[in-house]
């Protein structure tokens, strides 16, 4: 199957109820990810994830649809095809 490479954008903005959820499904996709990056954002109450990942479109769109179907969890995601 083809692989993508892309980037995965998470934006929690209920992190005390969410952050050991949201975790625990990036460490079962942990082979997908190439890196990640978390930066909080107290102004505005949010925490905002920048995953590298490099996987199925199966494999990104379970990790994205298990961490969107999180209350207070928002994901995008920008994937490109590689030889």
Request: hydrophobic share 45%; charged share 15%; proline share 4%.
């Given at each position: 199957?083809?692989?993508?490479?892309?980037?995965?954008?998470?934006?929690?903005?209920?992190?005390?109820?969410?952050?050991?959820?949201?975790?625990?499904?990036?460490?079962?996709?942990?082979?997908?990810?190439?890196?990640?990056?978390?930066?909080?954002y107290?102004?505005?109450?949010?925490?905002?994830?920048?995953l590298?990942?490099?996987?199925?479109?199966?494999?990104?769109?379970?990790?994205?649809?298990?961490?969107?179907?999180?209350?207070?969890?928002?994901?995008?995601?920008?994937?490109?095809?590689?030889?």
């Amino acid at each position: 199957m083809n692989r993508r490479i892309g980037t995965v954008g998470v934006i929690i903005t209920q992190r005390s109820s969410q952050a050991a959820l949201v975790n625990g499904i990036l460490s079962e996709f942990g082979d997908i990810i190439i890196g990640r990056m978390g930066i909080p954002y107290p102004p505005a109450g949010l925490h905002i994830l920048s995953l590298i990942v490099h996987g199925t479109t199966d494999e990104i769109g379970a990790m994205t649809g298990k961490l969107g179907a999180l209350e207070g969890v928002k994901v995008k995601s920008a994937l490109q095809k590689i030889a």
